[in-house]
């Protein structure tokens, strides 16, 4: 390990910069070219409006008995794989994203306890590198295929946050539910929290807003933005890559040092990303292939992201491997620049569907309720359903079933404190997805 440490630290500082800017007291300081500045800032500008749907496969080369020491993940390999299709839309300022997760466990575990919306494993309560699962054999039980469905949106003032169906040997296990949360009360509560992803993107090479707290804020280009969060520009100079020249631009955040790879013959798209350790050693490696140009603008995005993982975000205190622990493939399915109407994110008028779920914690009401939410089902008959959620403004809840609620304001709390468990624990699962974003980036 401690060989692999100095050359790893080595390599870092094996390329001989080409261009520096500065002598004498302002050697140290590396400024970024114009025209590289420009190029990405352009780039990013474009990327507005966008439609962009993705697949992301996760898997690891790891036996069974190193997972939890190095992935933090007590179960099988096949368990950790991960295949995730994503559609996702953007357009000044406000986002849309449609998931669908498919991944394999034991048949007796409880999906609805522990969903992997980000991909991410609630903790045990006692031990926060466990999940919560019954005793595991030494090898695999019979597992099953979950395949789940998540849609989420932004707007200028409400987080919309939709669960479709559950399906686990083609039985349906959960049903519709949205939660409608104001994009002010979500910063205060959980302003880390991810609200929705733009993975494909960021190994792209931007920084779309995922996080409570950045939203408003508009699409940048990500070597850009980690400069204007303090970044510093350590290093620009030339090299060959495959036999073409591409740019290369060493960045220290602070945490960890950056390296980019850009191809100015793609508008300095980025070719290959890698975060290093301060010492030097690598944690994630992400390689760009097969640029497509969106549209007729000089604009160019890869259709698959590579991406290797030399120590997982959930085992932070695991050194990193000479080996990749895990991989994650990305591929470009589709990305259009077209007009995108408003009405793609706004996702209350789309689930209204009889017996969908609803918690709404935009209405003024909802303060003065226990859980803070507003919460109805939508009842069978249209006509109904004014009434039903004024009644359930008044703490009166009827699930649309056409007949009066037994238990009344038990019945209320009840079903609320289920639907508030699944959302605290997206939430949970949000957070821990930007700690390991954090680390990742």
């Given at each position: 390990?401690?060989?692999?440490?100095?050359n790893?630290?080595?390599?870092?500082?094996?390329?001989?910069?080409?261009?520096?800017?500065?002598?004498?007291?302002?050697?140290?300081?590396v400024?970024?070219?114009?025209?590289?500045?420009?190029?990405?800032?352009?780039?990013?500008?474009?990327?507005?409006?966008?439609?962009?749907?993705?697949?992301?496969?996760?898997?690891?080369?790891?036996?069974?008995?190193?997972?939890l020491?190095?992935?933090?993940?007590?179960?099988?390999?096949?368990?950790?794989?991960?295949n995730?299709?994503?559609?996702?839309?953007?357009h000044?300022?406000?986002?849309?994203?449609?998931?669908?997760?498919?991944?394999?466990?034991?048949?007796?575990?409880?999906?609805?306890?522990?969903p992997?919306?980000?991909?991410?494993?609630?903790?045990?309560?006692?031990?926060?590198?466990?999940?919560?699962?019954?005793?595991?054999?030494?090898?695999p039980?019979?597992?099953?295929?979950?395949?789940?469905?998540?849609?989420?949106?932004?707007?200028?003032?409400?987080?919309?946050?939709?669960?479709g169906?559950?399906?686990?040997?083609?039985?349906?296990?959960?049903?519709?539910?949205?939660?409608?949360?104001?994009?002010?009360?979500?910063?205060?509560?959980?302003?880390?929290?991810?609200?929705?992803?733009?993975?494909?993107?960021?190994?792209?090479?931007?920084?779309?807003?995922?996080?409570?707290?950045?939203?408003?804020?508009?699409?940048?280009?990500?070597?850009?933005?980690?400069?204007?969060?303090?970044?510093?520009?350590?290093?620009?100079?030339?090299k060959?890559?495959?036999?073409?020249?591409c740019?290369?631009?060493?960045?220290?955040?602070?945490?960890?040092?950056?390296?980019?790879?850009?191809?100015?013959?793609?508008?300095?798209?980025?070719?290959?990303?890698?975060?290093?350790t301060?010492?030097?050693q690598?944690?994630?490696?992400?390689?760009?292939?097969?640029?497509?140009?969106?549209?007729?603008?000089?604009?160019?995005?890869?259709?698959?992201?590579?991406?290797?993982?030399?120590?997982?975000?959930?085992?932070?205190?695991?050194?990193?491997?000479?080996?990749?622990?895990?991989?994650?493939?990305?591929?470009l399915?589709e990305?259009?620049i077209?007009?995108?109407p408003?009405?793609?994110?706004?996702?209350k008028?789309?689930?209204?569907?009889?017996?969908?779920?609803?918690?709404?914690?935009?209405?003024?009401?909802?303060a003065?309720?226990?859980?803070?939410?507003?919460?109805?089902?939508?009842p069978?008959?249209?006509?109904?359903?004014?009434?039903?959620?004024?009644?359930?403004?008044?703490?009166?809840?009827?699930?649309?079933?056409?007949?009066?609620p037994?238990?009344?304001?038990?019945?209320?709390?009840?079903?609320?404190?289920?639907?508030?468990?699944?959302?605290?624990?997206?939430?949970?699962?949000?957070?821990?997805?930007?700690?390991?974003?954090?680390?990742?980036?």
């Amino acid at each position: 390990m401690m060989s692999f440490v100095r050359n790893a630290a080595f390599s870092w500082l094996l390329l001989v910069p080409i261009t520096n800017v500065g002598v004498g007291a302002a050697a140290d300081r590396v400024e970024l070219p114009d025209e590289i500045r420009q190029a990405l800032a352009d780039n990013a500008r474009r990327m507005d409006p966008v439609t962009v749907q993705w697949e992301m496969d996760r898997r690891t080369p790891l036996p069974a008995g190193q997972l939890l020491p190095k992935l933090g993940f007590p179960a099988s390999p096949q368990e950790f794989s991960l295949n995730r299709s994503v559609r996702y839309a953007w357009h000044n300022g406000m986002a849309w994203s449609f998931q669908r997760d498919r991944w394999q466990q034991a048949a007796d575990v409880d999906t609805a306890a522990r969903p992997p919306l980000y991909g991410i494993d609630p903790p045990d309560e006692k031990d926060p590198q466990v999940r919560r699962i019954p005793p595991r054999l030494k090898e695999p039980r019979k597992l099953v295929k979950i395949e789940r469905e998540h849609e989420v949106s932004v707007d200028r003032e409400n987080w919309y946050n939709a669960t479709g169906s559950e399906k686990s040997m083609g039985v349906i296990g959960t049903g519709r539910m949205i939660m409608i949360t104001p994009l002010d009360q979500a910063r205060q509560e959980h302003p880390e929290a991810v609200l929705i992803l733009t993975d494909y993107l960021h190994e792209a090479g931007f920084k779309f807003p995922r996080t409570a707290l950045e939203q408003g804020e508009l699409q940048q280009s990500l070597p850009l933005y980690l400069i204007e969060q303090g970044g510093r520009v350590e290093d620009v100079r030339q090299k060959s890559a495959d036999g073409a020249p591409c740019t290369v631009v060493d960045i220290h955040t602070g945490a960890d040092r950056v390296r980019f790879q850009l191809d100015p013959a793609r508008q300095y798209a980025v070719l290959v990303r890698e975060v290093y350790t301060p010492s030097g050693q690598l944690l994630t490696r992400c390689s760009n292939s097969d640029f497509m140009r969106i549209s007729d603008l000089d604009l160019w995005l890869p259709k698959v992201c590579s991406v290797a993982h030399y120590r997982w975000a959930e085992a932070p205190q695991q050194e990193p491997s000479t080996q990749p622990v895990a991989y994650e493939t990305y591929r470009l399915i589709e990305a259009k620049i077209e007009p995108i109407p408003d009405a793609r994110f706004d996702l209350k008028s789309k689930y209204n569907e009889p017996g969908t779920f609803v918690a709404d914690r935009s209405l003024p009401e909802a303060a003065d309720l226990p859980l803070g939410q507003v919460q109805f089902r939508i009842p069978a008959d249209p006509s109904r359903l004014e009434k039903v959620i004024e009644d359930a403004k008044k703490g009166r809840v009827d699930f649309g079933t056409g007949i009066p609620p037994r238990g009344g304001r038990f019945e209320m709390i009840r079903w609320g404190m289920t639907l508030a468990s699944v959302m605290a624990l997206v939430l949970f699962l949000a957070w821990r997805y930007h700690r390991a974003e954090n680390r990742r980036s």
